[in-house]
């Protein structure tokens, strides 16, 4: 089967999750700089967010330029990695609004660990229909961010602020490009 199909609906599901995230946005109540400060860390997830959901748009279109066809598995893989994906708008609106509590940062991490596990079983999957060689699975690149996503999990339920710190730096890690390999986030 044709990627094309494929292509079309993540686009439109990864549409679809920024704007949800956007709609969960509040305004501020006041209008002095004390009214923006109760809402800036909403607006500083949301930030981490789209970057996530950017860089996951970007390697999706990346991973599937080296493919021609898709088969019924890798339908599947997509839809597991667009499922994780999915619940990127109500972790972050969850972190968000409890930017200090130890269980919604720790749900987030949870969810960008499970995005990034499911981005690196369809990068096998498509690989494995491509002939190559699952290079993304065994990516340095990809196991650190495995055990950061883990222990940033692990970390936020002791103190949340370190968890999200992990959360920055990985999104960072991620923004820098990896020569030579499919990537992930």
């Known amino acids: 089967m044709s990627k094309n199909r494929l292509e079309a609906f993540s686009d439109g599901v990864i549409a679809i999750i920024i704007t949800i995230m956007v709609l969960e946005l509040k305004p ?8 923006l400060a109760d809402v800036l860390p909403g607006w500083l997830r949301y930030a981490l967010s789209f970057v996530y959901v950017g860089i996951y748009w970007i390697n999706h279109h990346a991973l599937l330029d080296r493919v021609a066809k898709v088969d019924g598995a890798a339908l599947w893989a997509n839809l597991h990695l667009l499922f994780w994906m999915s619940l990127i708008p109500y972790v972050t609106a969850w972190a ?3 930017p200090m509590a130890p269980a919604p940062v720790a749900l987030y991490g949870v969810v960008l660990l499970l995005c990034s596990i499911s981005f690196m079983l369809l990068s096998w ?7 190559g060689h699952a290079m993304a699975w065994g990516s340095r690149k990809n196991r650190v ?12 339920l002791w103190y949340a602020p370190l968890g999200a710190v992990i959360h920055v730096l990985l999104a960072l890690l991620w923004l820098m490009p990896e020569v030579g390999a499919p990537r992930s986030a």
């Open 28 to 35: 501020p109540h006041s209008t002095d700089a004390a009214g």
């Open 96 to 98: 968000g609004e409890h």
């Open 125 to 131: 999957r498509l690989d494995i229909d491509a002939g």
């Open 145 to 156: 961010s495995i055990a950061l996503y883990a222990l940033a999990i692990l970390l936020s």
